[in-house]
């Protein structure tokens, strides 16, 4: 059995309606967010939306029956088989009262309350449920029971939907001090430390510009970072967090083979070309993803720099003068396309 990531598929459109591996693999990647999967590839032969999926359940372990239109129907649960048939087992034993008892102790464990059955009585594990968040007062039937009771589906409300995507993604203060240590070297500044310590990214700077020999306090991690604070004395042009962001991922090749990624407010060819001018190397975009909240594009980078900090810098700066430490080994490219898009899924 053969199993590829979209970037290893060679594609070609039959249609205009006809969606790219990239495209499927993208959708598949949010989906297994929600359910706590994780997708291992496409079985070969690629075969559009017949093609069956290599799937991982961390209760069950893997398996590959399922197609990509079938695992990405809205209104169908085409997950883990063994999942659905434990699931199916146990509510067949289940009177009315004890689904009504099941229920609401997962709602108190989940900070939500039950308020009754859509259509008014319970017919089997698929009928809906109408649940209230304490926390947010949102109302909402989208839920049924065997969603509701399975360990690795995420129930909640949209607010708290949103709120575990944050809090998955705060930025430690070495991941934070590397950065800006990157951020940096690049403009030749020196980071002197915290001025009253590190507390989150409103945390003010002291730096130091070595060609003005200027220092300066009053610049936060995130302007320091997205180029909206430096130098007064230096031209400084940079990403801005108030305005729509993309993050980018370039195959460049030449001199030396690496994966070049960042995140722009122009156009990712754009910003390509920008590059190219002051790069030895040739430079291919091979992924792109845009945020209408540009912040969303600078947390998705910092994600990446935490992950791959062992690997960032791979590229000289005397071959590539823009962005050089943004740069990883080429040979990791599929891995990092995976992991680039469930980050982008998680985020947005």
Not at 75 to 94: F, I, W
Not at 130 to 138: A, E, F, P
Request: glycine share 6%.
């Amino acid at each position: 059995m053969e199993i590829r990531s979209a970037v290893e598929i060679e594609w070609f459109a039959k249609s205009g309606r006809a969606k790219s591996p990239l495209v499927f693999e993208s959708e598949i990647l949010e989906k297994c967010v929600e359910l706590d999967y994780i997708f291992n590839g496409f079985v070969m032969s690629w075969d559009g939306k017949s093609t069956k999926l290599s799937l991982t359940c961390k209760k069950h372990g893997e398996w590959h029956s399922t197609t990509a239109h079938k695992f990405l129907l809205k209104n169908e649960s085409r997950g883990c088989p063994k999942c659905g048939a434990e699931n199916y087992s146990r509510v067949r034993r289940l009177s009315n009262d004890d689904v009504i008892k099941s229920i609401n102790e997962v709602c108190e464990k989940l900070n939500i309350e039950f308020l009754g059955f859509v259509g008014g009585e319970y017919i089997g594990n698929r009928t809906k449920l109408i649940l209230r968040c304490k926390k947010h007062n949102i109302v909402w039937e989208t839920s049924d029971f065997s969603n509701l009771t399975s360990s690795h589906v995420s129930v909640g409300c949209r607010e708290c939907v949103v709120e575990r995507k944050r809090e998955s993604f705060v930025t430690p203060e070495n991941v934070v001090v590397d950065n800006i240590n990157d951020k940096c070297k690049e403009l030749n500044y020196k980071f002197l430390g915290f001025v009253d310590g590190y507390i989150n990214k409103n945390s003010k700077l002291h730096l130091h510009c070595v060609s003005h020999n200027v220092e300066w306090k009053t610049t936060s991690v995130e302007k320091f970072m997205c180029g909206r604070s430096g130098c007064h004395l230096c031209k400084t042009t940079g990403y801005k967090t108030t305005k729509p962001g993309y993050i980018y991922v370039q195959r460049v090749s030449g001199i030396t083979d690496a994966i070049k990624f960042g995140i722009t407010n122009l156009s990712p060819e754009e910003r390509l070309k920008q590059q190219q001018r002051r790069s030895k190397l040739k430079h291919e975009l091979v992924f792109c993803w845009k945020f209408e909240d540009g912040y969303c594009a600078y947390e998705v980078e910092s994600q990446i720099k935490q992950k791959w900090r062992d690997k960032v810098g791979f590229v000289d700066r005397s071959v590539m003068g823009d962005g050089f430490t943004e740069t990883l080994p080429a040979e990791i490219l599929p891995l990092f396309l995976k992991e680039v898009k469930n980050l982008c899924n998680l985020v947005r």
